[in-house]
């Protein structure tokens, strides 16, 4: 009997108002009481989180082949595709704009500036310098904020004429990142003054393009060797045919050209920038 009116207490309705629930504190709940079973149904593949105001929170599911990012302190995690590696490179042989592909992070840019011309001897007897390299800068650039920038490819040294020396190279350069300035022109008619090659500037790595070769009497009918760039390794002296030679090697991507006797010097390899782009 007594079991039994204990039983009608228990299950009797309130009367009048409901009491006021209290919330539970830690203490409340022993150590491992919550299973899986009491949680919230939620989708699979989410990752339980905290928000910034602390409150609970899932990651969205991600894609296949995702790996869960971190957004750093009050933001939630995400999933996102793998990173690292090159996925594409921009050759520019021309002055333009870099226009940023969808999802790179980094780039690495190789700047050249471009190469001297060769300098043009006015006789039979008086060979010309060859025109020095480009320098080269090289920098590793986060483009995370940056969706353009600027391209300026130097213009070639112009080859020597009329016994004249050969034209100076031109910098080029990746926005205000890095540049590297043009070889100086071949000097003409036995002069032994040596063309420098160019310099790069700004960049993690900085190249200094070759010397240009110098013109003297012993190289009498023919042609003077050029500076090397970055990417090309510089023009090597060549023989004459009687009192000249007839068509002087031009340079290659930042490349001095080959200085000549009793004739046109070489034109200078154009610049050259590279934009290598990681993920």
């Not at 003409?188 to 160019?198: E, F, K, P, R, V």
């Not at 290659?252 to 050259?272: I, K, P, R, S, Y």
């Amino acid at each position: 009997m007594q079991l039994y009116q204990l039983w009608r207490l228990h299950n009797m309705p309130y009367l009048g108002s409901t009491p006021p629930q209290t919330a539970l504190s830690t203490g409340d709940l022993g150590d491992d009481i919550v299973t899986l079973a009491k949680l919230a149904s939620g989708t699979d593949g989410e990752i339980l989180t905290w928000d910034a105001s602390g409150n609970p929170a899932a990651v969205a599911v991600g894609t296949s082949g995702h790996f869960l990012k971190s957004q750093g302190a009050g933001s939630v995690p995400v999933f996102a595709a793998a990173g690292g590696g090159l996925q594409s490179a921009q050759v520019f042989t021309s002055s333009g704009t870099w226009t940023k592909p969808t999802g790179i992070i980094f780039v690495k840019v190789t700047v050249t500036g471009s190469g001297g011309g060769g300098g043009d001897g006015s006789g039979s007897n008086t060979p010309s310098a060859g025109g020095a390299g480009g320098g080269t800068a090289i920098k590793y650039i986060d483009v995370s904020s940056i969706s353009s920038e600027t391209v300026t490819i130097g213009a070639a040294g112009a080859g020597g004429s009329s016994g004249g020396a050969g034209g100076n190279g031109a910098t080029s350069s990746f926005g205000s990142h890095c540049s590297a300035t043009g070889g100086v022109g071949g000097a003409a008619n036995n002069d032994l003054n040596i063309a420098l090659g160019g310099a790069g500037s700004s960049g993690n790595i900085n190249i200094s393009g070759g010397t240009g070769g110098v013109g003297g009497a012993s190289q009498v009918r023919g042609t003077c060797g050029a500076g090397g760039s970055f990417w090309a390794p510089g023009v090597t002296p060549g023989g004459g045919s009687g009192d000249h030679h007839a068509t002087p090697q031009a340079g290659d991507h930042g490349e001095g050209g080959q200085g000549n006797t009793n004739h046109d010097g070489g034109a200078g390899g154009a610049g050259l920038i590279v934009v290598e782009e990681y993920k």
